[in-house]
């Protein structure tokens, strides 16, 4: 069929399904705003950046075991398909217990680097470390909606969000209003919520699809398989590991500032990630596209589709310039009762310089993601390196002179550096293959 078409409606719902995961977010920084007042949202968005370290790392080799279902897929090699995703689960398995031992054991000497203020340190670290306690929960979801995306499935993931937002959002007004468990109950909620919605995936996922019904062979962990997924995944982990390093890298300087600053921040980065879900949905659209394309050897409708896409993220930079411009105000106004006006002022000052730049922004998400279906991960981690440059250079020479104004251009910058680098390299390797193409005739 259409290549614009199949992505568009394969995208819809899986933006649908970020958008309610940003519910998740976006009802812990309400209603702790709302209940628990300004230091505790400045709390919770202090430990954004590290818990993006940790989650992005695990979401980032999710997607990669989800690429190696897609392929073998649209290869059309059931039984090897049913082995990928016994693998996928083994590792999830391995790799949630590596990364919670640590990161639990080191949360408040890892919010104590980031220079995180005394008065939101307590905030802080009673949320980080029950959201890590959970990693398990968030890996098992981020897999089973990442396999049952890669057979082309992008509702039924959506549909058990949806169920599991409005169970957070309960949790949390529960925990934090009735047993006054401060921003630990945000996280308890977060963490049970995401708990429930893997459960269902699973469920679902092995009583409908005979594809992915696995016997006890298919949990074996053979190690050809093993190697397989972590050159798969471990790449696109890393790019995320490296991009959270920069993040972290942008919050210490935020910190220096003070709680207002911290909490506009967080108020406008909320507004920004909702702004980023489109973009994030077609990013994972031309995923599963192109890498089930290249299972099939159908070159032609890889580059087809590209230009598709590049056209839907202009008209998603398009919709976010527009939010951005039209209710950014009363967006901000959500997250706490009476804000100060000096963390609106913040607040705004970092979302209208940075909505000029958001068409790179989209086509970073366009181009990494096509680059990773096409099996390409050691590039996004060169771009992901690129980043963490961007952002260390930035901090470490314009934030003395030009203060609160280099955290708003940080994120700028670093996004047409990276657009660049993914751009560059899809292109290159669009050339080498209609290249290849001509040579073979």
């Not at 628990?36 to 949202?41: F, N, Y």
């Not at 802080?124 to 979801?141: D, N």
Request: glycine share 8%; with cysteine; charged share 10%.
């Amino acid at each position: 069929g259409s290549p614009t078409k199949t992505i568009f409606f394969f995208s819809v719902p899986v933006l649908l399904g970020t958008l309610f995961q940003q519910i998740y977010n976006m009802a812990d920084t309400i209603i702790v705003g709302q209940f628990l007042g300004e230091d505790a949202l400045a709390a919770v968005g202090a430990t954004g950046s590290t818990v993006y370290l940790v989650i992005g790392f695990a979401s980032g080799l999710t997607q990669g075991c989800g690429i190696l279902v897609s392929q073998a897929f649209g290869g059309h090699r059931l039984n090897e398909l049913k082995k990928v995703v016994g693998t996928a689960l083994l590792l999830t398995v391995v790799f949630s217990v590596i990364l919670t031992i640590p990161t639990v054991s080191f949360s408040r000497q890892i919010l104590l680097a980031l220079h995180t203020p005394s008065n939101v340190l307590l905030y802080a670290h009673e949320y980080l470390r029950v959201i890590f306690g959970g990693i398990l929960c968030t890996m098992a979801y981020n897999i089973a909606a990442s396999m049952l995306r890669s057979l082309g499935d992008s509702r039924t993931p959506l549909y058990f969000l949806i169920l599991s937002s409005f169970l957070n959002i309960v949790l949390d007004i529960f925990f934090i209003a009735t047993l006054h468990m401060g921003t630990a109950g945000a996280a308890w909620a977060t963490v049970l919520s995401q708990g429930i919605s893997a459960l269902l995936c699973f469920w679902y996922m092995f009583h409908n699809y005979n594809n992915l019904r696995l016997s006890i062979r298919d949990l074996y962990p053979d190690p050809y398989r093993i190697l397989c997924m972590i050159q798969s995944g471990i790449p696109m982990a890393l790019n995320q590991t490296v991009t959270a390093f920069g993040i972290m890298i942008l919050q210490s300087g935020i910190n220096q500032f003070g709680s207002s600053v911290m909490a506009a921040y967080t108020a406008a980065s909320k507004l920004e990630s909702l702004v980023m879900q489109p973009m994030i949905a077609l990013g994972s659209g031309i995923s599963t596209y192109c890498a089930q394309n290249i299972g099939a050897r159908k070159t032609k409708r890889i580059f087809v589709g590209v230009r598709s896409t590049m056209l839907l993220s202009l008209g998603a930079a398009i919709l976010g310039m527009a939010l951005y411009g039209i209710a950014s105000k009363a967006i901000l106004r959500i997250f706490l009762s009476d804000p100060s006006p000096e963390m609106i002022h913040y607040a705004l000052q970092y979302l209208y310089t940075s909505v000029w730049f958001l068409l790179f922004l989209a086509w970073i998400f366009l181009f990494r993601n096509a680059l990773v279906g096409l099996g390409n991960g050691l590039i996004t981690i060169i771009g992901g390196v690129a980043e963490l440059l961007c952002r260390f250079l930035c901090i470490h020479f314009l934030l003395q002179p030009f203060g609160f104004w280099c955290i708003c251009l940080t994120n700028p910058i670093t996004w047409i550096v990276a657009c660049s680098l993914f751009c560059g390299f899809y292109f290159r390797w669009e050339h080498q293959q209609k290249h290849c193409s001509k040579s073979a005739r």
